[in-house]
């Protein structure tokens, strides 16, 4: 099918799949996998099929529901429309959440009986996991409209995945694990805190409330700085090489940096500091293995 201009339009099934963010999949995917690989070492039936779940099924549920219950704000949101966030078509909303629903079924139902009984508390951070993709969107809970609580369940949604894994392999834990996960939250908030200050003045005009328009665009990005500094001082206690992770913050306080006394009239131009996160996920998310494979080594 091609549309006006005579250039191949995407097929529905196409479209759907980029509402899920392919881009952002692994955000999601690999701490789920990191986490449970390097507590079992084991590659087994929960360890494929958690992965897949984290992978697809997780993030067509996540920004799915996300665009189909902003598909309003989105229309008015210039930056909407790519790789930062779709502006899904009405027609396929169902198709989406649907789309969600029917492949994550078999994931959770698989995860669940593989689980057992042996790991009770897997199933509640699976539950709450599950719950929060739902709250930060639907009506009626809304999350992504109450400063603060959006950008705790905003990270959440990133480090929920690690925390079944943690779960689901029977890790036990320690205040150098502790000091890990809440290094990884606090680098979480701390994006999507930046993340919304590009937004103020589309969600202001929206009548949205985020973290951004409640503070403001400079106090907003220092806190993101704030955030990102506790996550790499947090590093420093964890178990050898971890600590080298506290240097990995360096490049997210660099893009920021520059944004720290931006203004809410000028809040928009933090988008060009937010464009280089995906590159940077990717190169942080790299160097983030290497240190995960030498941890490995130091301890066989």
């Given at each position: 099918?091609?549309?006006?201009?005579?250039?191949?339009?995407?097929s529905?099934?196409?479209?759907?799949?980029?509402s899920?963010?392919?881009?952002?999949?692994?955000?999601t995917?690999?701490p789920?996998?990191?986490?449970?690989?390097?507590?079992?070492?084991?590659?087994?039936?929960?360890?494929?099929?958690?992965?897949?779940?984290?992978?697809?099924?997780?993030?067509l549920?996540?920004?799915?529901v996300?665009?189909?219950?902003?598909?309003?704000?989105?229309?008015?949101?210039?930056r909407?429309g790519?790789?930062?966030?779709?502006?899904?078509?009405?027609?396929?909303?169902r198709?989406?959440?649907?789309?969600?629903?029917?492949?994550?079924?078999?994931c959770?139902?698989?995860?669940?009986?593989?689980?057992?009984?042996?790991?009770?508390?897997?199933?509640?951070?699976l539950?709450?996991?599950?719950?929060?993709?739902?709250?930060?969107?639907?009506?009626?809970l809304?999350?992504?409209?109450?400063?603060?609580?959006?950008?705790?369940?905003?990270?959440?949604?990133?480090?929920?995945?690690?925390?079944?894994?943690?779960?689901?392999?029977?890790?036990v834990m320690?205040?150098?694990?502790?000091?890990?996960?809440v290094?990884f939250f606090?680098?979480?908030?701390?994006?999507?805190?930046?993340?919304?200050?590009?937004?103020?003045?589309?969600?202001?005009?929206?009548?949205?409330?985020?973290?951004?328009?409640?503070?403001?665009?400079?106090?907003?990005?220092?806190?993101?700085?704030g955030?990102?500094?506790?996550?790499?001082?947090?590093?420093?206690a964890?178990?050898?090489?971890?600590?080298l992770?506290?240097?990995?913050?360096?490049p997210?306080?660099a893009?920021?940096?520059?944004?720290?006394?931006?203004?809410?009239?000028?809040?928009?131009?933090?988008?060009?500091?937010?464009?280089h996160?995906?590159?940077?996920?990717?190169?942080?998310?790299?160097?983030?293995?290497?240190?995960?494979i030498w941890?490995?080594?130091v301890?066989?």
């Amino acid at each position: 099918m091609t549309d006006a201009a005579g250039t191949r339009a995407p097929s529905r099934v196409g479209r759907i799949l980029v509402s899920s963010r392919p881009i952002s999949w692994v955000n999601t995917a690999f701490p789920f996998a990191a986490a449970y690989l390097l507590t079992t070492g084991a590659v087994d039936l929960t360890f494929v099929v958690g992965t897949l779940f984290f992978l697809i099924p997780y993030n067509l549920l996540m920004y799915g529901v996300n665009d189909v219950f902003d598909y309003e704000s989105d229309l008015r949101n210039p930056r909407k429309g790519g790789a930062e966030g779709a502006v899904l078509d009405p027609a396929l909303h169902r198709a989406v959440v649907w789309a969600g629903v029917v492949t994550a079924a078999p994931c959770l139902v698989v995860l669940m009986w593989s689980a057992g009984t042996g790991h009770p508390l897997s199933w509640i951070v699976l539950a709450a996991s599950l719950f929060a993709v739902f709250a930060y969107s639907v009506p009626g809970l809304r999350f992504k409209e109450r400063p603060v609580l959006d950008s705790i369940t905003s990270s959440f949604h990133f480090v929920s995945p690690a925390l079944y894994g943690l779960a689901v392999a029977g890790a036990v834990m320690t205040p150098q694990l502790l000091a890990l996960i809440v290094a990884f939250f606090c680098w979480g908030m701390a994006s999507h805190a930046f993340g919304a200050v590009q937004d103020v003045l589309p969600d202001r005009e929206a009548g949205i409330d985020s973290i951004a328009t409640a503070f403001g665009a400079r106090a907003t990005v220092r806190i993101a700085l704030g955030l990102w500094t506790t996550a790499g001082l947090l590093m420093l206690a964890t178990p050898w090489p971890g600590p080298l992770g506290a240097v990995l913050v360096v490049p997210y306080l660099a893009a920021a940096w520059p944004y720290r006394s931006v203004t809410d009239a000028r809040s928009g131009e933090a988008n060009r500091g937010w464009r280089h996160f995906i590159a940077l996920n990717y190169a942080v998310g790299f160097l983030v293995t290497m240190l995960l494979i030498w941890w490995a080594a130091v301890r066989a």
